[in-house]
Structure formats: structure tokens, C-alpha cells
């Protein structure tokens, strides 16, 4: 890979929710409802749906190479103890998912983990992201942490500008 990851972390003791809630409204406002995993029902079938979902988004990873199989994506994803669908926050559109922004819990580290942020195509530049991305906070909370972490590719501009609008700022860990 050319560069290093960026590393980001959000510190929610000085993050303010209200400045965000606009993007939600909007969803609201346009027919996107957002909800989590845990809320649908963390299903067979809705695993396969997230899988699908996140798979087409991943696509457009800078040199993110193949996407796992969907056994492969259960086993690194999902049956893992990190994995809570409480924290898997999803877009629904008049044609069915169109966005995820899956937060794993890393509480005994003290913060949770942004591991996949995806809008569809079709979808982007209506600050859906923005919004799942503020919904998702909350699951900070309810893990008991007040930091938030997340890894992005150097050349995934939109992923990094998104973050750093909500607040995100540079950080280091190993
Ligand atoms: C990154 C991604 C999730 C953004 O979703 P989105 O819903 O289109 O983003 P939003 O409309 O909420 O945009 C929020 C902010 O992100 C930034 N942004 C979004 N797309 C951008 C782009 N193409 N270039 C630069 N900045 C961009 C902007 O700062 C934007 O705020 P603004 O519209 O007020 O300027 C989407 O592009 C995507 O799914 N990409 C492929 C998957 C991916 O790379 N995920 C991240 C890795 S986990």
C-alpha cells in the first residue's frame, strides 16, 4: 500500500451531537429511516443482507482487493466477540439497505471501533453517512467509552473528510 494508514479517533467528551442532528432530520425529511441491526432482527438473512451491503460499498475501498466470501465475512465480522448488532446502525431507502456504519465494541481497550462506513452509489452526497455515523454514537455510550477509533486507506479522501467533519482528529496506537 502507498503511505501509512490513517488513524483517527473521535473523543466524545468534547463531541456535540446537536450540531450533527440536522443530518438526521434530513434522512428523516427524505424517506431514509435509519436503525440498527438489533433493531431488524440479527437474522440469517439479514447477515446475508449487511454482507451484500457492505460488500458492493467496500468496492469502492481504495485497493481494498477481493471482498470476502460470505463465510469468510461471518467469521471475521460477525462471530467474533467484538461483534454487537446494537452497533451495526442501517440506512433503509425506498429500494431497500443503502448504507451501514458497523461499530464494534472494544470496551476493555476503552473505546469502539468504526469498521466499515458504506453508502451506496446511488446514495452518496446526502449526508446519509453523516447521519448513521451520529446515530452510531450512541452505541459509545452504551458500551460505557468515550472514544471512538477508525482506520482509513490514504487515498479514501470521502472517508477521511467525512470523519474529520464530524470531529475526528489524528491519533496514534500500535
Ligand atoms: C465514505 C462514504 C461512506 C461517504 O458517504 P456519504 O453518505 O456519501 O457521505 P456524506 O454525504 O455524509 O458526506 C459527509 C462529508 O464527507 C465528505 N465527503 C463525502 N464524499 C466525499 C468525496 N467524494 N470527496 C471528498 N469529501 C467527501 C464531505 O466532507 C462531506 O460533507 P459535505 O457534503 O458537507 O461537504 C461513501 O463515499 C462510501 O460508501 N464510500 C465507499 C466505502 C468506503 O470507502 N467506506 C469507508 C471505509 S470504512
Avoid: Q
Avoid at 446475508?48 to 482487493?65: F, M, Q, T, V
Wanted: with cysteine.
Amino acid at each position: 500500500m502507498a503511505g501509512r494508514w490513517v488513524k483517527l479517533e473521535l473523543d466524545l467528551k468534547t463531541f456535540d451531537a446537536t450540531r450533527f442532528e440536522a443530518y438526521i432530520e434530513r434522512c428523516r425529511t427524505t424517506g431514509i429511516r435509519l436503525t440498527t441491526l438489533a433493531e431488524l432482527g440479527d437474522s440469517p438473512g439479514h447477515r446475508r443482507a449487511l454482507y451484500e451491503l457492505n460488500k458492493e460499498c467496500s468496492a469502492d475501498i481504495p485497493e481494498r482487493g477481493e471482498f470476502y466470501t460470505f463465510e469468510e465475512y461471518l467469521e471475521r465480522r460477525i462471530e467474533v466477540p467484538s461483534y454487537d448488532p446494537r452497533g451495526v446502525v442501517i440506512a433503509l431507502g425506498d429500494d431497500g439497505w443503502c448504507g451501514l456504519a458497523a461499530t464494534s465494541d472494544h470496551r476493555s481497550s476503552g473505546f469502539v471501533f468504526n469498521e466499515m462506513t458504506g453508502v451506496r452509489a446511488a446514495y452518496r452526497g446526502r449526508g446519509i453517512s453523516m447521519a448513521m455515523k451520529t446515530v452510531g454514537i450512541r452505541f459509545a455510550d452504551l458500551c460505557g467509552v468515550d472514544r471512538i477509533r477508525t482506520l482509513h486507506h490514504p487515498a479514501n479522501t470521502a472517508a477521511i473528510e467525512m470523519n474529520r467533519r464530524l470531529g475526528y482528529a489524528d491519533a496514534e496506537w500500535d
